[in-house]
């Protein structure tokens, strides 16, 4: 018992929290006879072995993928949104009782067996999300009041206890009113009556089953002490896997018969295996996960199996669980900056040898820097910024050369002068003297000029491959004289606030000026080359 049904909490205001405690037998079954005569219920379903190992191995699944808050940045793309109070409560803690993965995997397993999946949502004054606390399935209900829902929930004591809808995050599966997910165990209690069934059957039949394995037939009537002297011998010269496929000589006409399995008993097996592709139905899961390895199947049919399973199985519910995430605990105003996304690379990743070959497209064709590769591969980035260049393909500009080889010196440029405004305004916040900002300015210019070479690098080395000229060799000319004018005219302020105006005005003018010197470079490289 995890805790009492009801308790007051506290986050400035009174506020309850219903408890995820398992519940007694609301209900005894699904509804309805079903045509084998067994009673379905929550307890006889997950006791199929089929049912269970999928309704976990997909809350399992679910729970273990990442949920991450975003924010949309402007112009494109997103960002981790750390700073919002709801990110830890997805990524981390739903509460103070329950991991991020255990609270979505209990509503994960309610979804699949109940249809429907449902969490408290406890604000603070200011209507903040605080806590996320699941709630058992079976003792919700819904119902629609004019434009308004509600949801009525049983509680330990029998008294109903109604939420408005702006207190609970309803996950639904797949239903047709609107209101509630249907239950898959429901839907498909026929099928698991007859799992159910055939279990008791075959359980029946090994208990109470008195066939013998081997008959030996004597044609005159054994005494008991005979008949027991032959039995004796008989397990002890063949009975046990050292014994096996032994030599027995049949005396006195003595007949020996291998009883096999009956016909009848073989189709039992075949029935409980059929049964189980069946729950493998029912929730779109791969057979090979439940140990039913099709003789045909190759470990290339395997393995598009799981793509399949990711994209057709777990894909979907992880995209119910989102948008309920975006609807209920987020505003509508903060619906058009943020949003939650379930992060599935991990289920996407390829052998090694098949991420190392995608990581060597990326990288070869200018969209990944070895620091995004060794993200992925959750290793740290390469020291001193090393990895934070992006190459640029040689082979893939058209004739019309300098239409083309600007956006990757404006590429270039931007990233340099970005760099080193942020780095310088972080110097200006440290060194408060002229004297010791000086002394750092002497620094971060050497390792800035560094950092210029490797940008420039392969952008100047592509415009000497396409000219025939030697301007890749001028990286560490442009850097040094690029870095050694901003600097002379930084030390020449006296004082802080005239650095940061200044820094203002760079931020808008460098980008276009150091374009116009590397252009200016490089045309003039590829003149003396011609």
Same mark, same amino acid.
């Given at each position: 018992?995890?805790?009492?049904?009801?308790?007051?909490?506290?986050?400035?205001?009174?506020?309850?929290?219903?408890?995820?405690?398992?519940?007694?037998?609301?209900?005894?079954?699904?509804?309805?006879?079903?045509?084998?005569?067994?009673?379905?219920?929550?307890?006889?379903?997950?006791?199929?072995?089929?049912?269970?190992?999928?309704?976990?191995?997909?809350?399992?699944?679910?729970?273990?993928?990442?949920?991450?808050?975003?924010?949309?940045?402007?112009?494109?793309?997103?960002?981790?949104?750390?700073?919002?109070?709801?990110?830890?409560?997805?990524?981390?803690?739903?509460?103070?009782?329950?991991?991020?993965?255990?609270?979505?995997?209990?509503?994960?397993?309610?979804?699949?067996?109940?249809?429907?999946?449902?969490?408290?949502?406890?604000?603070?004054?200011?209507?903040?999300?605080?806590?996320?606390?699941?709630?058992?399935?079976?003792?919700?209900?819904?119902?629609?009041?004019?434009?308004?829902?509600?949801?009525?929930?049983?509680?330990?004591?029998?008294?109903?206890?109604?939420?408005?809808?702006?207190?609970?995050?309803?996950?639904?599966?797949?239903?047709?009113?609107?209101?509630?997910?249907?239950?898959?165990?429901?839907?498909?209690?026929?099928?698991? +009556? *007859?799992?159910?069934?055939? #279990?008791? =059957?075959?359980?029946?039949?090994?208990?109470?089953?008195? $066939? @013998?394995?081997? %008959?030996?037939?004597?044609?005159?009537?054994?005494?008991?002490?005979?008949?027991?002297?032959?039995?004796?011998?008989?397990?002890?010269?063949?009975?046990?896997?050292?014994?096996?496929?032994?030599?027995?000589?049949?005396?006195?006409?003595?007949?020996?018969?291998?009883?096999?399995?009956?016909?009848?008993?073989?189709?039992?097996?075949?029935?409980?295996?059929?049964?189980?592709?069946?729950?493998?139905?029912?929730?779109?899961?791969?057979?090979?996960?439940?140990?039913?390895?099709?003789?045909? +199947? *190759?470990?290339?049919?395997? #393995?598009? =199996?799981?793509?399949?399973?990711?994209?057709?199985?777990? $894909? @979907?519910?992880? %995209?119910?669980?989102?948008?309920?995430?975006?609807?209920?605990?987020?505003?509508?105003?903060?619906?058009?900056?943020?949003?939650?996304?379930?992060?599935?690379?991990?289920?996407?990743?390829?052998?090694?040898?098949?991420?190392?070959?995608?990581?060597?497209?990326?990288?070869?064709?200018?969209?990944?820097?070895?620091?995004?590769?060794?993200?992925?591969?959750?290793?740290?980035?390469?020291?001193?910024?090393?990895?934070?260049?992006?190459?640029?393909?040689?082979?893939?500009?058209?004739?019309?050369?300098?239409?083309?080889?600007?956006?990757?010196?404006?590429?270039?440029?931007?990233?340099?002068?970005? $760099?080193?405004?942020?780095?310088?305004?972080?110097?200006?916040?440290?060194?408060?003297?002229?004297?010791?900002?000086?002394?750092?300015?002497?620094?971060?210019?050497?390792?800035?000029?560094?950092?210029?070479?490797?940008?420039?690098?392969?952008?100047?080395?592509?415009?000497?491959?396409?000219?025939?000229?030697?301007?890749?060799?001028?990286?560490?000319?442009?850097?040094?004289?690029?870095?050694?004018?901003?600097?002379?005219?930084?030390?020449?302020?006296?004082?802080?606030?005239?650095?940061?105006?200044?820094?203002?005005?760079?931020?808008?003018?460098?980008?276009?000026?150091?374009?116009?010197?590397?252009?200016?470079?490089?045309?003039?490289?590829?003149?003396?080359?011609?």
């Amino acid at each position: 018992m995890l805790r009492r049904l009801a308790e007051q909490r506290s986050h400035g205001s009174t506020t309850w929290h219903v408890s995820q405690t398992p519940p007694g037998k609301v209900i005894t079954g699904y509804g309805g006879d079903t045509y084998a005569g067994k009673d379905v219920t929550l307890s006889t379903a997950m006791s199929i072995t089929a049912v269970y190992a999928c309704i976990r191995g997909i809350s399992e699944t679910l729970s273990t993928l990442p949920k991450i808050l975003y924010q949309r940045i402007p112009g494109g793309g997103k960002r981790r949104a750390y700073e919002h109070s709801l990110y830890p409560i997805l990524h981390d803690a739903l509460n103070p009782e329950h991991t991020a993965q255990w609270g979505w995997e209990i509503g994960g397993a309610w979804v699949l067996a109940w249809g429907n999946a449902y969490y408290q949502i406890i604000r603070t004054k200011g209507g903040e999300v605080a806590e996320l606390w699941p709630l058992s399935s079976d003792r919700m209900w819904i119902e629609r009041k004019g434009n308004q829902k509600l949801y009525h929930y049983r509680q330990q004591n029998g008294k109903t206890r109604d939420f408005p809808a702006d207190e609970i995050m309803h996950v639904p599966g797949l239903g047709f009113d609107g209101l509630m997910g249907l239950s898959p165990l429901q839907l498909a209690r026929n099928a698991l +009556a *007859t799992t159910l069934a055939a #279990e008791e =059957f075959g359980g029946k039949f090994f208990s109470n089953g008195a $066939r @013998p394995g081997i %008959v030996l037939e004597h044609p005159k009537t054994l005494s008991k002490l005979a008949e027991q002297n032959l039995r004796t011998s008989f397990l002890e010269e063949h009975q046990g896997s050292e014994n096996s496929h032994g030599v027995f000589v049949a005396e006195e006409g003595m007949k020996v018969q291998v009883v096999g399995v009956p016909p009848e008993d073989a189709q039992l097996l075949e029935l409980l295996s059929f049964q189980i592709a069946e729950v493998a139905r029912i929730y779109g899961y791969p057979l090979a996960l439940l140990q039913e390895h099709d003789k045909a +199947a *190759t470990y290339a049919s395997v #393995e598009q =199996f799981m793509l399949s399973y990711v994209t057709h199985t777990i $894909r @979907p519910w992880a %995209v119910r669980f989102d948008q309920a995430i975006n609807h209920s605990l987020l505003s509508p105003d903060e619906r058009g900056v943020y949003f939650c996304e379930t992060l599935m690379d991990s289920l996407l990743r390829g052998d090694i040898e098949t991420r190392y070959a995608a990581y060597a497209i990326g990288r070869q064709w200018g969209w990944l820097s070895a620091d995004d590769i060794l993200a992925m591969e959750n290793r740290n980035p390469l020291p001193g910024r090393q990895g934070q260049v992006y190459l640029t393909p040689l082979n893939m500009v058209p004739a019309d050369m300098k239409r083309n080889f600007e956006p990757t010196v404006a590429e270039a440029a931007g990233r340099i002068v970005r $760099r080193e405004i942020h780095d310088l305004r972080e110097g200006l916040k440290k060194h408060k003297t002229a004297e010791a900002l000086a002394a750092w300015l002497d620094g971060f210019y050497q390792e800035h000029t560094e950092f210029i070479r490797k940008a420039l690098d392969p952008v100047l080395e592509t415009y000497s491959r396409l000219t025939n000229s030697q301007a890749a060799q001028g990286s560490t000319e442009l850097a040094q004289s690029w870095c050694e004018e901003n600097r002379k005219v930084l030390v020449q302020l006296s004082d802080q606030e005239s650095i940061a105006g200044l820094l203002d005005s760079w931020e808008k003018e460098l980008p276009g000026l150091l374009i116009r010197m590397i252009q200016e470079y490089a045309e003039k490289e590829g003149n003396n080359a011609a």
